[in-house]
């Protein structure tokens, strides 16, 4: 049986603020919401960081990666992803939905966040978190600290990553 849906009212629709490391070196999804200055941080494994920041980036690669496989398992099957819902955490650990439609049904999947989140990007399709989970785990970014972060972002596109050295990012 699959999960049940949440009421659209129910949840918040975010989009990918970015990927960063945390003070371990951990890999930490920031998905920011779209009509707030609320983040809610999620800590992923390296590939599925790769995963998200390969498909916001749209980068080619010479060989379909698992994303890409994905998609066209999804669309060989007339199928499309309609939405990704980050529905609840327990135990430290969050859950996900991967919603799609098919045939005029709507099918639910338990993922991993990360997945969900690369799938969805991948196939243009919005993301959406619990509300009570957003009031429960994000957090709360200042208007200054934005436009330090986007004025930080802007300088290090136009930087050559061999100007960093040795230094760790």
Do not use: C
């Not at 998200?52 to 199928?79: M, N, Q, S």
């Not at 990360?114 to 993301?127: G, R």
């Amino acid at each position: 049986m699959y999960p049940s849906l949440p009421r659209r009212d129910s949840v918040i629709e975010v989009e990918v603020h970015g990927v960063s490391l945390d003070l371990n070196n951990t890999p930490v999804l920031l998905l920011r919401e779209r009509e707030g200055n609320r983040v809610l941080p999620i800590w992923v494994g390296p590939v599925e960081a790769s995963a998200i920041t390969y498909a916001v980036r749209r980068e080619p690669f010479e060989r379909p990666l698992t994303i890409d496989v994905i998609k066209r398992i999804v669309e060989a099957l007339g199928a499309r992803v309609e939405r990704v819902i980050i529905n609840k955490m327990k135990n430290n650990t969050y859950y996900a939905n991967l919603v799609l439609s098919r045939d005029g049904s709507l099918i639910s999947i338990d993922a991993r966040p990360s997945d969900s989140v690369a799938i969805a990007v991948h196939m243009h399709a919005p993301i959406f978190v619990d509300d009570a989970l957003m009031d429960a785990q994000a957090k709360e970014i200042a208007e200054d600290e934005q436009a330090k972060l986007d004025e930080l972002k802007e300088r290090l596109k136009d930087t050559d990553p061999e100007n960093f050295g040795d230094f760790r990012l």
